[in-house]
């Protein structure tokens, strides 16, 4: 059963909390764990472009795909916490014009992207068909990522089937398993950025 999310402010009081970059993104683990729950992303990015990272809290995830890719990609994020914007531009001042404040639901885009990645979890279960949407108006390719924890009994939930459920066509899918057993699960819409 797919999760709500949770209240506004938890998260980054959470976030804010820590000094390690990876916990001010929502992870709870060493570099090497980080990469390998994170790093599955990059397996979705089939060409040179810009993207953007809806949800970025510091920024963290965003510069670990730029220096994971193979391809060439422009940086953009997304937080709808002041907070944690603030952050994510303090630690990327030569990203900092391209990390906005805003509600993905609302946002409106300087411009398109070639590709966005997302959580479903980041609003309410009705709400997501309406997220989906509104993500694709603007971006080629959308990556809706689900992140399973061990430690905490958490299995990463079918994203894929989330998607058809709702009533998307689902270009691609991919599961792999982190360096600690969990899960991961992806799921994209849309083709090739480059078709």
Do not use: K
């Not at 059963?1 to 916990?23: H, I, K, Q, T």
């Not at 920024?59 to 916490?81: K, Q």
């Amino acid at each position: 059963m797919p999760s709500d999310p949770l209240p506004p402010g938890v998260y980054e009081e959470a976030y804010l909390a820590s000094d390690d970059p990876r916990a001010q993104s929502g992870f709870g683990g060493d570099e090497a764990r980080w990469e390998s729950a994170r790093r599955p992303i990059v397996e979705t990015i089939d060409c040179d472009g810009s993207f953007l990272d809806i949800g970025c809290a510091n920024g963290y995830l965003l510069e670990s795909i730029v220096r994971w890719s193979r391809h060439r990609l422009e940086p953009y994020g997304l937080d709808f916490a002041p907070e944690l914007v603030e952050l994510a531009r303090n630690r990327l001042p030569r990203w900092a014009d391209r990390i906005f404040l805003g509600d993905a639901l609302t946002w409106e885009p300087p411009h398109s992207f070639e590709f966005a990645r997302t959580e479903l979890v980041y609003v309410p279960e009705e709400r997501r068909p309406e997220l989906v949407e509104r993500l694709l108006s603007y971006v080629d390719r959308l990556i809706v990522c689900s992140y399973g924890s061990r430690r905490r009994s958490l299995p990463a939930e079918d994203v894929g089937e989330q998607l058809r459920s709702l009533g998307f066509d689902v270009a691609g899918e991919l599961e792999r398993e982190g360096r600690d057993g969990a899960l991961i699960r992806l799921a994209w819409i849309g083709g090739s950025a480059t078709a």
